[in-house]
């Protein structure tokens, strides 16, 4: 097991009286009484409706990590399932650790509303500037520079994390920029289903982050679909397919099957979108 694996292994307590209640309803939750990590990264991987996702954002308020571009966890409505399930999971950290809060949670949709705001909060501050200039025309520049301090210190120091303007690099650009940035050692990274705006290329350079990080001490929990970032060296994909889920093969990965299939011969998937379909809106067979 790898010294990098601050968290070992999280538990479930299913509730007795109404298991039929969400979130402990999901196939995966239902399914599932405890997940080992035994590496550095660990992928979730299912079906839409699986559960991993709600597997996972349940593992973020268990963990009290921040998140990224949304509400605190406690605090954010689209949430409320998530912390019933954070309050039945139980958490075993790595001996002589601490419970970790270094790190953060992201899910893509969160990133997207976060260049947003981070663009409407750089404009809104330029703004400001600009209408200080404007009222201080006729004061002493002292007076001047005494209001615009912590305005641009504020501007500086976004611009030194994120650079001058996320919003008008490409969504890939803007996310590996902003994960590159919050990334600090030895902390514990929770990410639902990061490739969402990234190309294969930007996949490719995400691993390699990936790589960099797990270096420093760096753990990773992430959902998924990109047989790309599956393929990172080392890692354990835990199918919520299965029930119990269950660790399986990078080979026997449904995503990277049909990836693989689709590729190598692309006209036996699309010519039953040129064929008849049946009244049961089947393709005609051979």
């Known amino acids: 097991m790898s010294a990098a694996c601050t968290l070992r292994r999280v538990a479930i307590t299913h509730p007795a009286e109404d298991t039929s209640r969400y979130p402990f309803s999901v196939p995966a939750v239902r399914a599932t009484e405890a997940l080992e990590f035994t590496a550095p990264v660990t992928f979730l991987v299912g079906e839409n409706g699986s559960g991993k996702s709600t597997l996972l954002e349940g593992l973020a308020v268990a963990s009290k990590l921040p998140a990224v571009g949304s509400a605190a966890l406690d605090r954010d409505g689209s949430m409320a399932a998530a912390r019933a399930l954070g309050a039945a999971m139980r958490l075993t950290w790595a001996t002589g650790r601490k419970r970790t809060h270094r790190g953060f949670f992201l899910r893509a949709e969160d990133f997207f509303g976060f260049t947003k705001a981070l663009a409407v909060q750089r404009a809104e501050t330029l703004?400001?500037?600009?209408?200080?200039?404007?009222?201080?025309?006729?004061?002493?520049?002292?007076?001047?520079?005494?209001?615009?301090?912590?305005?641009?210190?504020?501007?500086?120091?976004?611009?030194?994390?994120?650079?001058?303007?996320?919003?008008?690099?490409?969504?890939g650009e803007a996310f590996l920029t902003l994960f590159r940035s919050r990334f600090v050692p030895d902390g514990l990274f929770l990410l639902d289903e990061p490739e969402a705006p990234l190309s294969p290329t930007s996949q490719l350079a995400l691993l390699g982050m990936l790589q960099e990080m797990v270096a420093q001490g760096g753990q990773f929990?992430?959902?998924?679909?990109?047989?790309?970032?599956?393929?990172?060296?080392?890692?354990?994909?835990?199918?919520?397919?299965?029930?119990?889920?269950?660790?399986?093969?990078?080979?026997e990965v449904d995503h990277v099957r049909v990836t693989r299939d689709f590729l190598n011969a692309p006209e036996r998937y699309l010519r039953y979108l040129r064929e008849p379909q049946r009244p049961e809106g089947r393709a005609t067979p051979d």
């Open 127 to 171: 703004a400001e500037i600009a209408a200080a200039k404007e009222a201080y025309r006729d004061r002493s520049p002292d007076a001047l520079t005494l209001k615009l301090g912590p305005l641009r210190s504020s501007l500086a120091a976004d611009e030194r994390r994120y650079g001058a303007d996320l919003d008008a690099n490409s969504h």
């Open 221 to 251: 929990v992430i959902a998924t679909h990109s047989p790309i970032l599956l393929a990172f060296p080392g890692a354990v994909i835990w199918s919520c397919d299965a029930m119990p889920p269950r660790p399986i093969p990078y080979e």
